[in-house]
């Protein structure tokens, strides 16, 4: 242990020992599953190197530490369902919050600095490792998850007050939404095609497989709640629709590194706007022409 350190200093030594030994301990752990000599390598690199900062900051504290398991494992887990370039690029993040106290340590500990300009060379390599086949189809599948925002949330939302009964509503919704899902997976493909893209198929079936999985979610509260409560499902399926365009833009605005709020907002005001639009036109519909359900 360093004598030339304060004990204020050295709590916030600990603390970074621990993050990197964890971190280098998820970087490698993520490599052994992750798609792409080239993200492997990178993978890899970065971990030795979270290691030997790990060592520096040891001889700070004189401590030998153990990972953190449950943070190892919860990232693997995210590396799995959400892909390595989410997981690892969330991780990076934290350590942006750390920055500051890299600095505060830079009169006592000069090794800081130098640990400092790798974690920023960290961030420079993660951009390069956008090529994971989710990343790829990312526009894919934002063209079936909006398309599928907008037109059924304007259907559902018409059809409440037309019909006023959640299953006449569940079941026209999903008429449509099917319909929609083929017709749009399709129009996908054939432009993929036109373009001279190999990858048509796979194209079309992210879009299709976005939009098939939001038409089943904002149907579910129709199917779920009575015949008589198709207000509360309306409400419930708006409330879904904020959701979904906030995990969804805060996946792509980690992974892309794109702004979260304005992109949340306005897919959030689009698709709002859509579903209060399509209400009174079910309400005018359903006044004008005089059809009782």
Partial sequence: MSPNVSQASLNIIRRMQQSELTESVIYAEIARFAKGEENKKILQRLSKEEHAHYEIWKKYTGAELKPERGKVFWYKLMARILGFTFAVKLMERGEENAQAEYEALAHEVPES?????????????????????RLQYVGSMVLGLNDALVELTGSLAGFTFAMQNTRLIALSGLIIGISATFSMASSEFLAARSEGRTDALKSCS????????????????????????????????????????????????????????????????????????????????????????
């Fill in 113 to 133: 600095m130098l640990i400092h300009a790798q974690e920023e060379e960290h961030e420079r390599a993660l951009l390069g490792m956008l090529d994971e086949e």
């Fill in 206 to 293: 992210y879009t299709g497989v976005a939009y098939l999985i939001t038409v089943i979610l904002l149907i579910l509260p129709y199917l779920l709640l009575s015949s008589a409560q198709y207000i509360a499902a309306l409400i419930c399926m708006l409330a879904i629709v904020i959701l979904i365009i906030a995990g969804f833009t805060y996946y792509t605005s980690i992974a892309q590194d794109k702004p979260f709020k304005p992109r949340f907002l306005e897919m959030a005001g689009i698709s709002v706007s859509v579903a209060v639009i399509s209400f009174i036109v079910g309400i005018l519909a359903k006044h004008f022409l005089g059809v009782d359900l």
